[in-house]
């Protein structure tokens, strides 16, 4: 008869999380940094259309890195939870410090139980009505919670990105423009630039009357960011003969 096979809880632990560091390093990370005007989240992200930056409620966002399809089965989860509370009790009871735990709850019982963990970091951030009132959930993958203040980074190169981040902040509360140019340098680092299509750019903004999450389009961010904008795409040259070859593409067909 065959002896049982043996693994030390300890090594099982430290595999699963050797797994789910290794799968979010690869990912394009993110940074959430606090400002006067709110709270700007800045991810490196080329798609137009898969987003890593999302309202979960009226002034509550939340931010996934690392494999696309498990953040967002949270990101939902988390908008259903808020719903739900709000209906059933109020709006104002919706808070991210309560998201952030159940959270905390998925990621963790995942990480124990199930074979494989979630490959993720998120992060749930609130803006106060007031400086100083802003609220920064940083979740692993293994259902830890650092309540982070002034900024957070996930994903990959994240150490790298915090220490470029924390060399460059000052002790006062930076603007937006300010906010932005410094996130977007962090992470990019010294040998790379990231180009406005590159980044996807989300503000809690904390004058707006109750719903804080808006995107910022190309333009506004190229505004704030103080950069050249992209030289416009050259026109269709005119076709005096009349052969129709310079629209040869702009046909249905």
């Known amino acids: 008869m065959s002896m049982p096979f043996y693994v030390a809880p300890e090594q099982v632990m430290k595999d699963r999380a050797d797994y789910a560091r290794k799968g979010i390093a690869r990912g394009r990370g993110l940074v959430a940094v606090v400002c006067l005007e709110g709270e700007v989240v800045v991810a490196?992200?080329?798609?137009t259309?898969?987003?890593?930056?999302?309202?979960?409620?009226?002034?509550?966002?939340?931010a996934?890195?690392?494999?696309?399809?498990?953040?967002?089965?949270?990101?939902?989860?988390?908008?259903?939870a808020a719903d739900l509370k709000g209906y059933s009790y109020s709006r104002e009871d919706v808070d991210a410090r309560s998201l952030a735990n159940q959270y905390a709850?998925?990621?963790?019982?995942?990480?124990?139980?199930e074979m494989k963990p979630l490959e993720v970091e998120i992060l749930v951030a609130e803006v106060g009505p007031e400086?100083?009132?802003?609220?920064?959930?940083?979740?692993?993958?293994?259902?830890?919670v650092i309540d982070e203040h002034r900024f957070s980074v996930l994903g990959g190169?994240?150490?790298?990105?915090?220490?470029?981040?924390?060399?460059?902040?000052?002790?006062?509360?930076?603007?937006?423009?300010?906010?932005?140019?410094?996130?977007?340098?962090?992470?990019?680092?010294?040998?790379?630039?990231?180009?406005v299509?590159?980044?996807?750019?989300?503000?809690?903004?904390?004058?707006?009357p109750r719903r804080c999450f808006r995107r910022l389009d190309d333009d506004e961010a190229v505004a704030l960011l103080g950069v050249a904008e992209p030289p416009p795409v050259p026109s269709v040259p005119e076709d005096p003969a009349g052969t129709g070859a310079a629209g040869a593409d702009d046909g249905e067909g």
């Open 105 to 113: 709850q998925i990621l963790g019982q995942v990480f124990t139980h």
């Open 131 to 144: 400086p100083g009132t802003d609220q920064l959930f940083h979740l692993l993958y293994d259902g830890t």
């Open 157 to 195: 190169d994240a150490d790298a990105v915090t220490e470029r981040l924390a060399a460059s902040r000052a002790d006062e509360l930076p603007d937006l423009a300010t906010a932005l140019r410094t996130a977007v340098a962090s992470l990019a680092g010294p040998e790379r630039v990231l180009s």
């Open 49 to 62: 259309t898969l987003r890593k930056v999302s309202e979960i409620y009226d002034r509550i966002a939340f």
């Open 197 to 208: 299509g590159e980044l996807e750019v989300a503000l809690l903004d904390r004058a707006a």
């Open 64 to 80: 996934g890195v690392g494999r696309y399809n498990e953040f967002d089965q949270l990101r939902i989860a988390g908008v259903r």
């Open 44 to 47: 490196e992200n080329p798609s």
